[in-house]
């Protein structure tokens, strides 16, 4: 999608897939990553999620990288949350004290900003990209990250000529070709429901590179 799609949601408020609660998956397989509780995590496309919150609240530091300024400042204002500002070569931002808010495109985050990164949280973002572009979020991930990174990643699968994303259609298998060449996949849970009458069901991933 291009930037102003994003743009033009966060001005409009058509921002449905805002969750008003910690993310369910999240809170039930954290704990199946290998993790000894300070890590640094990455929320790719992070929106204003309240999922950085129970990271921050974990012990971790959060690193949320967003299009939309708009986005970022109601995260801060709906959280009563006061930052500093930064500026990195690529984004500006805020600096709390477990937590770094990019602004900004996610393809243009560098190894550089992402040296301590060991962990990955991705709800609604992969899914929220097309194809096309879903291979190349892959690729940059694998590129920015260090050997060892692992993902918790939450896709959903219809019948995608039955309605328009985002969020896509991501099936099973294209995560699998998308990650397996340098990753382990793991499926650990999945869910079946009906969104606006198609058949849906969300699938959750712990991946190990
Ligand atoms: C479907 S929303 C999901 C937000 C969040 N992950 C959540 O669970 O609420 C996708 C978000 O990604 C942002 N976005 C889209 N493309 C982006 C990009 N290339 N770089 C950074 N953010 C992007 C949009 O502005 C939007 O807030």
Partial sequence: MEANFWHDMWANGVVGFHQSDINAYLKNHWSKLELNGDENVLVPLCGKSLDMIWLAQQGHSVLGVELSQKALDEF???????????????????????????????????????SDINVVFDRAAIVALPPEMRQDYVKHLHSILSRGAQYLLVAMEYDQSKMQGPPFSVSESEIRTLFEPFATVTKVEEFSFSRKGVNTIEKVYLIKS
């Fill in 76 to 114: 801060l204002a709906e959280n009563k949350l006061t930052a500093e500002p930064v500026a990195l070569a690529n984004h500006c931002g805020y600096k709390l004290p477990d937590m770094t808010l990019l602004c900004g495109d996610f393809f243009h985050l560098t190894a550089a900003d992402c």
